[in-house]
């Protein structure tokens, strides 16, 4: 859909570095020591191979494929474990040039502006026939309409997206992405963060405005005649949406997918899909849990984003990951971490100096998503087998940090009201999965 050219280069490099910074790594799926030990690995849409460089770097001792429409990776300087190659999947019908179970990991982001919705369950399937019995697919894609549009970005972005539905394209496939593997793959997760936009989300925000300023750029020749203007009001328009970033608070959600592959014909899918953050309202139950998530207008996020000023910092990390959260906001860090548990949310609770009711705090934003007990009581410490949790309350008695886990999940917190210094140690399940932070200095575009 976008036109290949040096400003698609640009950008594809951008939002890699991006993406990567984002999820705090290159991929989430648990293969790490599978490709340090040597694994077959594919991506899908490799476009300039970013991806495809960093990862056979860091696992020289895995093999890695890339495809793509357009013979835009690198000609030189290409690492020995490393193969391009051109393939068109639209003209193929679909059908990738590999043999059935070839991979221990297949990889595709972002191709949902490639592929018409019509085929994107096809391609799909595609990916689980050529990934071997007990490897892992995943998926990343952006949700191309954003929130907290001003009136500007909203025409512009309104137009874009009847543009490509008309041309058979779905811009809002990403919120589904989990859809065409709950019956083919096991233990599908889902996650997604909130991408700011613009410079009120700090260098991060900046980073991004930047990159949407490329697709505003590249989709010039179509919408400029969709929307019946000359190239110079065009222009004119893109400044104004990218003015309207800084100062709405615009953000986007990109989202994850990983799944594997069973290793049997005899093993089930339990068609259980985890989900570390979940759309606006919505409710997820399995047989020991029902949770009613109502998040605040920054988007459905384990870690709401703030606006930015000053940083207040907190590593969290586990065996594969690590998280450094550098937030901008004058405001107190709000976490809503949410894992297993075995109670319901929403109840009151209240002592002799508190009652709290798990919702909104005084301007309509939730600030706690804290899975209680209506017979817990909101006090300094709560303490069940191995899990002992300290609560920090703010001047006016909202709690301003809540960690969920089960009760046989240890948690440890270091919370202070001044500027709020938080430690926080999850495990895998309440692992934090949305930062909005100050892009890494490090980082490369």
């Not at 065009?234 to 592959?261: F, I, P, Q």
């Amino acid at each position: 859909m976008l036109p290949i050219d040096e400003l698609e280069l640009r950008r594809q490099a951008d939002e890699h570095n991006l993406i990567k910074y984002l999820f705090n790594g290159l991929f989430k799926a648990p293969i790490h020591n599978i490709l340090e030990q040597g694994a077959n690995v594919l991506d899908v849409g490799c476009g300039c191979g970013s991806w495809i460089l960093d990862m056979a770097r860091e696992y020289p001792r895995s093999t890695f494929a890339g495809v793509d429409v357009s013979p835009v990776f690198p000609r030189t300087g290409i690492p020995q474990n490393v193969r391009f190659r051109t393939h068109n999947l639209i003209s193929s019908d679909m059908c990738l040039p590999y043999a059935a179970a070839s991979f221990d990991f297949v990889f595709m982001r972002n191709m949902s502006l490639a592929i018409p919705e019509k085929d994107w369950s096809v391609l799909c399937n595609e990916l689980v026939r050529v990934t071997k019995l007990g490897g892992y697919v995943e998926l990343f894609e952006t949700d191309f309409e954003p929130k907290r549009r001003g009136p500007q970005f909203a025409d512009w972005n309104d137009k874009v997206m009847f543009t490509l539905r008309a041309r058979g394209f779905n811009p809002h496939l990403a919120p589904k992405l989990e859809e065409p593997f709950k019956n083919q793959l096991l233990g599908v997760k889902k996650c997604f963060f909130s991408l700011p936009m613009g410079t009120w989300g700090g260098r991060t925000g900046t980073a991004a405005r930047e990159m949407w300023s490329s697709y505003l750029r590249s989709f010039q020749p179509i919408m400029a005649m969709a929307m019946g203007l000359s190239n110079d009001k065009y222009n004119k328009l893109c400044e104004e949406a990218l003015s309207e970033m800084d100062t709405s608070d615009t953000y986007c959600n990109v989202y994850n997918v990983v799944g594997r592959r069973p290793q049997t014909s005899d093993e089930t899918n339990q068609n259980n899909v985890a989900t570390a953050a979940t759309p606006v309202g919505s409710e997820r139950s399995n047989s020991r849990l029902k949770v009613r998530d109502d998040f605040d207008g920054v988007g459905s996020c384990t870690v709401n984003i703030s606006r930015s000023t000053t940083p207040v910092g907190s590593d969290r990390s586990n065996s594969r990951l690590k998280v450094r959260d550098d937030f901008d906001g004058v405001g107190s860090r709000k976490v809503n971490n949410v894992a297993t548990a075995t109670t319901p949310v929403g109840s009151e609770r209240s002592n002799s100096r508190l009652k709290v009711r798990d919702d909104f705090d005084s301007v309509g934003s939730r600030t706690v998503n804290n899975v209680a007990t209506a017979t817990t009581p909101v006090s300094s410490e709560r303490s069940n087998s191995r899990l002992k949790v300290r609560d920090d309350f703010d001047s006016v008695g909202s709690r301003t940090v809540n960690n969920v886990a089960t009760a046989t999940t240890p948690v440890s917190s270091e919370r202070s009201n001044s500027r709020l210094k938080v430690r926080d140690d999850f495990d895998g399940v309440g692992s934090c999965t949305v930062r909005s932070t100050t892009l890494a200095a490090s980082l490369s575009r």
